[in-house]
């Protein structure tokens, strides 16, 4: 009884001391700097206050400043490296608690670079804003607060008079001017939870953003951290499955489905070209380098109306605009090798490139040899002929990113490519015996290649009063999928025979160019027209006898434009329409889309949304002779392949608090669903008097789903 008292006495202690080192809080070192206090007189008094050795020059005594601040960190060499940036220093660590300042009088007074120190709060409750974003209208400087609200920016003294946008999650943005005799700036933000533009610098924030366009905006960090939780590390399209909203067609699928929908309904952009598939190893695989893209955004309900042709979601991936430093990482893996380089060439002009590249046999693996295994025999049958399959397949892919860009001033250029490739050729015996005595044999190969190319041209203009944006690119998606089978089937003393060869081309182009207009003084009023040329081939053909053929062009024109009516911190509503004439249906369809906000409080929105969606290019399901489904992208006609149509509705609300943020959505949307092309009585052919089989009959289906949740 003693022996227990003892070990509940030790543990309880134990726990106390535990719960004490957690309730213990972190160290803040401080070190307040007075009005007009000179440079040397705050080294002294950091010497004396931290017992550290610091060595600087004596003419440092007539560097004064003229703001008094209190400066915070959690370490002291934090502290003191903020100290030294008020006072535009620099310095070395030259051994712990000693410190060399580099700098003398001259070389203050002297310089062109001033170093601008930002302390940003929150206005309601005057706490700390940590990973807030600073940058210039160019993006080629910025910098973030750490978790006291401070932020250091190195700045040309020649940016007088130019303009800096304070950014922070759930609060209004701010512009403040640039002053080299103004060093130092206190900015409070105002709490505004529908913050409509994602930061296109990282923010490295550790949660999600929401737009107000209902998108979900996650930078690279959150990609990384998304990764992690799966089996597919480093896969972006992988990543995307994990948002809210979003699932997959299996487990073994990387393409995206928003809400239930098909996969044809998601738009996919990178850099601002469309890609129509992208994946890797039938899907198993995103064909997007995680380590290439910057941030991505998802969008639910309505698709942005400056885009269109897709009616259930769109998923818009971006890599660095600005990639002012080198950086070079490779990556090898038991599939693939690859590489992500940032190559700043100028000032101005920056390269980015990303490829991959598997460097083996996919498949040339014993988890894949499926020779001399044994098939589960029926017991009561005799066993006639021993089981046995043989298969060697190969599969191999590839992709390549490449980004040009240059930006100078008001202006931004930028050229992209995407490419990927995918090869698989599987050829193989199987022997095996089935119920009732039945034996089966067949010789079998499979040829399939599929690829995607884009190219594409992006200008940016952005004056005082409105922001221009052209756009121009070439997107292709073409594969191949060839099937050549010998079945042979004996039962009961009788041999039925069937070769099957089967022949699918498939290729779907496009030529596109947009332009808009957006008036900054009229709460970012856009207007924009698009204009895309539709190329499309597809041919199906079994044993020589083609059962779907479509060899035709298509075009489509669209007028866009919305605009803001009312504040974002009360009641805010976005009109938006967008006008699709389909050329060779002699079709115009009228497409109007709204979003609107309540802000029943700083930290509680009420919003809804409506939007109508129509889409020219559809997929739809082939099923062959065997049974195997491929799927085809095909020009609508109207009439067997018609044109999607999409109705989408949304109602929610948005609540944050200090520990955390619910974002609450209920929608109802209708939608065409896949058309299916399918044989009638898939498997061997019965056998006819004369010399050829009966053909296969085949049926278009459409199959019309309604979601709701």
């Not at 051994?95 to 929150?122: F, G, K, M, Q």
């Not at 109007?592 to 509680?604: E, H, I, M, T």
Request: hydrophobic share 35%.
């Amino acid at each position: 009884m003693n022996q227990n008292i003892k070990w509940y006495v030790c543990l309880s202690l134990i726990f106390i001391n535990t719960i004490n080192s957690y309730a213990q809080p972190h160290k803040i070192y401080t070190f307040k700097i007075h009005s007009d206090m000179d440079c040397a007189s705050a080294l002294e008094s950091f010497k004396k206050e931290f017992k550290t050795l610091v060595a600087y020059d004596p003419t440092l005594s007539s560097h004064k400043i003229h703001t008094f601040r209190i400066l915070q960190s959690e370490t002291q060499d934090q502290l003191f490296e903020k100290l030294c940036q008020v006072y535009q220093l620099q310095f070395i660590k030259s051994a712990p608690s000693s410190y060399l300042v580099r700098s003398d009088l001259t070389e203050v007074n002297t310089t062109e670079d001033i170093i601008l120190h930002i302390n940003i709060e929150d206005y309601q409750g005057g706490q700390p804003l940590s990973f807030a974003s600073v940058y210039d209208d160019t993006r080629l400087f910025f910098t973030y607060t750490d978790n006291q609200g401070d932020g250091f920016l190195r700045l040309p003294k020649t940016m007088k008079g130019q303009k800096l946008t304070v950014h922070s999650l759930a609060h209004r943005d701010q512009v403040v001017t640039i002053d080299p005799d103004m060093t130092f700036l206190q900015v409070r933000l105002h709490i505004d939870p529908i913050k409509v533009m994602p930061v296109t610098i990282n923010t490295l924030k550790s949660q999600l953003s929401f737009t107000r366009l209902q998108g979900i905006s996650v930078d690279n960090a959150i990609i990384q951290k998304l990764s992690g939780s799966s089996l597919f590390s480093r896969d972006v399209m992988r990543s995307i499955q994990l948002l809210p909203g979003i699932t997959a067609t299996n487990d073994t699928k990387s393409s995206i489905r928003i809400r239930g929908t098909n996969e044809e309904g998601t738009l996919m952009m990178i850099d601002n070209l469309p890609v129509y598939k992208a994946d890797h190893f039938y899907g198993i695989f995103g064909a997007f380098n995680s380590g290439y893209i910057k941030e991505l955004t998802v969008y639910k309900n309505n698709i942005p109306v400056e885009f269109g042709g897709r009616t259930s979601g769109m998923v818009k991936l971006g890599s660095d605009p600005f990639p002012n430093q080198f950086r070079l990482n490779f990556e090898i893996n038991l599939l693939n090798s690859g590489l992500v380089m940032d190559l700043p060439l100028s000032k101005n002009l920056f390269l980015k490139t990303s490829v991959r590249q598997t460097y083996t046999n996919l498949l040339n693996s014993k988890l894949y040899d499926l020779s001399q295994r044994d098939n589960i025999a029926n017991n009561e049958v005799p066993q006639i002929t021993n089981s046995l399959i043989i298969s060697k397949p190969t599969f191999d892919f590839f992709d390549l990113n490449t980004r040009l860009i240059y930006s100078k001033g008001k202006h931004f250029f930028d050229l992209n490519t995407f490419t990927s490739k995918d090869n698989f050729v599987d050829q193989y015996n199987i022997s095996f015996q089935g119920k009732l005595a039945t034996i089966n044999e067949e010789l079998f190969k499979q040829v399939s290649k599929w690829q995607n190319k884009a190219a594409g041209f992006n200008y940016i203009y952005t004056g005082e009063k409105s922001t221009i944006e052209f756009s121009t690119y070439s997107t292709v998606y073409d594969c191949n999928y060839d099937i050549s089978s010998k079945l042979r089937r004996s039962q009961s003393g009788s041999v039925v025979l069937d070769t099957v060869t089967i022949l699918n081309n498939n290729t779907i182009s496009d030529l596109g160019a947009k332009i808009s207009l957006k008036l900054k003084k009229l709460k970012n009023t856009q207007i924009g027209l698009e204009h895309i040329a539709h190329n499309n081939q597809l041919y199906i053909e079994n044993d020589k006898n083609p059962v779907f053929e479509i060899n035709k062009t298509g075009n489509e024109s669209s007028l866009f434009a919305k605009h803001g009516f009312g504040s974002k911190t009360k009641l805010w509503v976005e009109p938006a329409i967008r006008t699709s004439h389909l050329h060779e249906l002699n079709k115009t369809y009228v497409l109007p889309q709204v979003y609107a906000s309540l802000a029943v409080s700083p930290d509680f929105l009420l919003k809804s949304s409506f939007g109508r969606q129509v889409q020219y290019i559809r997929s739809f399901e082939h099923e062959n002779l065997l049974g195997q489904k491929q799927q085809f992208f095909a020009l609508s006609n109207d009439s067997s392949v018609p044109v999607g149509r999409a109705q989408n509705l949304m109602a929610g609300c948005w609540t944050s608090r200090q520990w955390f943020t619910l974002d609450v959505e209920t929608y109802y949307r209708t939608i065409d669903g896949t058309i299916i092309h399918a044989t009638q009585s898939p498997g061997l052919r019965p056998v006819k008097e004369g010399p050829n089989p009966m053909p296969p009959m085949f049926k278009l289906l459409l199959v019309k789903p309604e979601c709701m949740e």
